[in-house]
């Protein structure tokens, strides 16, 4: 009878590993990971500490509290909270305005949107007209291409309708 392999947590750190059929390294703190190629590049911090995970945190017992002592995870976090925020590149300026849409008569010959089938009902809406090119501030007396969008909140859910003001749309599938 074959004698069994120890377990990973009762394995001395840094042996191989092979009961995955992967060669893997015991990592204190940390999951089993598969050891890198020589020829791979090492994954390293900001400051060039090499790590062997930036994917699992540290914490405190297998369903803990983060510890704040994980340095990889403070820096990870710094990196997503001071990322530039670019500028809106289309549509950048624009007026909006909050309203209601009263359908005066019944639609339902021509539609099966049901908010249009209710005559007399207010349905809330979100109306919005942009510029499409040009930034934040750019002239508006440029005669471009200008946008319009409309929100109708309904009670089946939103319903978008949105536009341009030029004959033919530059981009031909619908989606």
Known sequence: MPKPK?????RPIDTP???LGVETLVVPGAELHQQAADEATQLTTNQGVPI?????????GARGPVLLQDFILRE??????????????????GSAAHGFFECLEDLSEITTADFLQRPGERIPVFTRFSTVAGNKGS???????????V???TQQGNFDLVGNNIPVFFIQDAI
């Open 17 to 19: 590993d092979t009961t």
């Open 139 to 149: 002239m508006d007396l440029a005669r471009d291409v200008r946008g319009f969008a």
């Open 151 to 153: 929100k109708f909140y």
């Open 52 to 60: 062997g995970d930036n994917q699992n945190s540290l914490k405190a």
């Open 76 to 93: 990870k976090i710094m990196h997503f909270d001071h990322e530039r925020i670019p500028e809106r590149v289309v549509h950048a300026r």
């Open 6 to 10: 120890p377990s990973a947590a009762k």
